[in-house]
């Protein structure tokens, strides 16, 4: 399993520089980025996954162990990105959405059998053919996790991922998505406004300042 490593990142806009940071996550940790809004967490996860804006100018590399990413295309960056919202597609059922981010690996039985174990293992193993406007928030938190699992990424970024679950659910949802990411051996990277899904992680957290700045860490992850 490959660790995720931040080297030298720096984000500006404009003349304004945004965040400094150099880290590494090592498989099957999680990692929580926090601060203030405008400091550029999701900037950051956007710089990862190769979708920043052009607003927006980085330097650093982003690595997979010795594989340089960010020079690459999003879609061969093979990074799984969870955000707040499910985003499951409302013209496909429960199936149809975990089919569409696999990789086309062995035959279309053998893929409709690993939709199926993978909906059994979180206790929807009757939902495949389920409209995803009639899930619950949990149940579409549950789904849109499985298909970013299923497409096989070596990394996973979590944007505020359980700001929209009700108080009820979230702490469920919340200790069910983090025992995977572990299981699955995955480095994962969270940024969130929420304290308690950043002591929920167990892990390292990253606390940025207005200037961008990391606190809460070594000298070497964190510079000026």
Do not use: C
């Amino acid at each position: 399993m490959a660790s995720l490593i931040l080297d030298d990142i720096v984000i500006e806009q404009g003349q304004h520089r945004l965040l400094s940071l150099d880290t590494t996550v090592e498989p099957g940790e999680v990692l929580t980025v926090m601060g203030p809004s405008g400091v550029g967490k999701s900037t950051l996860l956007a710089y990862i996954a190769g979708f920043l804006s052009p607003a927006f100018q980085a330097q650093g590399r982003v690595l997979l162990d010795d594989t340089r990413i960010d020079t690459l295309p999003a879609e061969q960056r093979h990074v799984g990105l969870l955000f707040q919202d499910p985003l499951l597609f409302p013209h496909l059922d429960v199936a149809g959405n975990l089919a569409f981010g696999m990789v086309r690996e062995g035959t279309r039985r053998q893929r409709r059998e690993r939709i199926q174990k993978a909906l059994a293992s979180v206790g929807l193993e009757a939902f495949a053919k389920r409209d995803p406007a009639t899930l619950s928030g949990g149940q579409k938190a549950r789904v849109a996790l499985l298909r970013v699992l299923l497409s096989q990424p070596r990394a996973i970024l979590l944007d505020e991922p359980f700001s929209k679950l009700d108080a009820e659910r979230r702490g469920e949802i919340r200790h069910w998505v983090f025992e995977r990411v572990r299981h699955s051996r995955l480095p994962t990277l969270m940024v969130t406004h929420d304290e308690a899904d950043a002591q929920a992680t167990g892990g390292r957290i990253l606390r940025l300042t207005e200037r961008g700045i990391a606190m809460g860490t070594t000298d070497q992850e964190a510079r000026t």
